[in-house]
């Protein structure tokens, strides 16, 4: 399958800190990428959706000041939670696809666990 | 918007045995239903995906059945292996490359 990356892999902060996640298709060109947030024991909940170049789209209840999604490049997404508080501490996970291709079936990324004290 | 439901929470096997997972959606709209199986600390691993077009496809001891009239999908694993233990998500969405709805996930226990 395709080969999704995340970095960093964990990343503990302070609250009040602004913290950045990438999502990187090593292996493919990615026009639309996804993020989730996963709480320990819970299923995956769709914060986003982003496509190259465009303003992304956020699911209900998720602020889209707080959390900010950038994808500039067919490669490359990145997630920054601003002003991190102790209840943002979750698994952030992406994934990418090129629907229409044979890359089409979302392929997710290992996910970064984000701890703010 | 699209609801999946997944059952059961929990599913514990003998090695060997067979595990079936169930879930139903309530989108008519979906088209797209994957199969997920992640490990702890890890993100999702696709295991097999089918579309509405189809009722039934197959993967060496994995297989995957829909039925769209019902609104309900299935995951059967044949031969179960103790690497098997995971947790397994169904999800729909209305086509491949599109947003996900997952269920909640079950929980696999395969004990040797």
């Known amino acids: 399958g395709a080969v999704v990356s995340q970095h960093p892999s964990r990343v503990i902060c302070k609250s009040g800190t602004s913290v950045k996640i990438e999502c990187r298709s090593l292996?493919?060109?990615?026009?639309?990428m996804f993020w989730y947030r996963q709480f320990p024991k819970q299923s995956l909940m769709l914060m986003a959706t982003?496509?190259?170049?465009?303003?992304?789209?956020?699911e209900q209840g998720v602020e889209k000041d707080k959390f900010l999604i950038n994808h500039a490049s067919l490669t490359l997404s990145t997630l920054t939670v601003t002003s991190a508080h102790p209840e943002d501490s979750s698994f952030y996970i992406c994934?990418?696809?090129?629907?229409?291709?044979?890359?089409?079936?979302?392929?997710f990324g290992p996910g970064t666990r984000l701890l703010v004290l | 918007g699209e609801n999946v439901e997944q059952h059961p929470s929990t599913l514990s096997v003998q090695e060997g045995d067979s595990a079936v997972i169930k879930c139903t959606y309530s989108d008519s709209a979906s088209n797209y239903f994957p199969w997920y199986k992640q490990e702890l600390g890890k993100g999702p691993q696709l295991i097999i995906d089918?579309?509405?077009?189809?009722g039934e496809k197959k993967d060496q001891r994995i297989a995957v059945t829909l039925n769209k009239t019902a609104k309900h999908f299935s995951l059967h694993i044949t031969e179960t292996q103790p690497e098997d233990s995971a947790v397994y998500f169904c999800?729909?969405?209305?086509?491949?490359?599109?947003?996900?709805?997952f269920g909640k996930g079950t929980t696999l226990s395969v004990s040797s």
């Open positions: 089918i579309r509405s077009n189809v």
């Open positions: 999800a729909a969405s209305k086509q491949a490359g599109t947003a996900l709805i």
């Open positions: 982003s496509n190259e170049g465009s303003k992304a789209t956020y």
């Open positions: 292996d493919f060109q990615a026009t639309t």
């Open positions: 994934s990418a696809s090129y629907p229409g291709s044979i890359r089409e079936t979302q392929y």
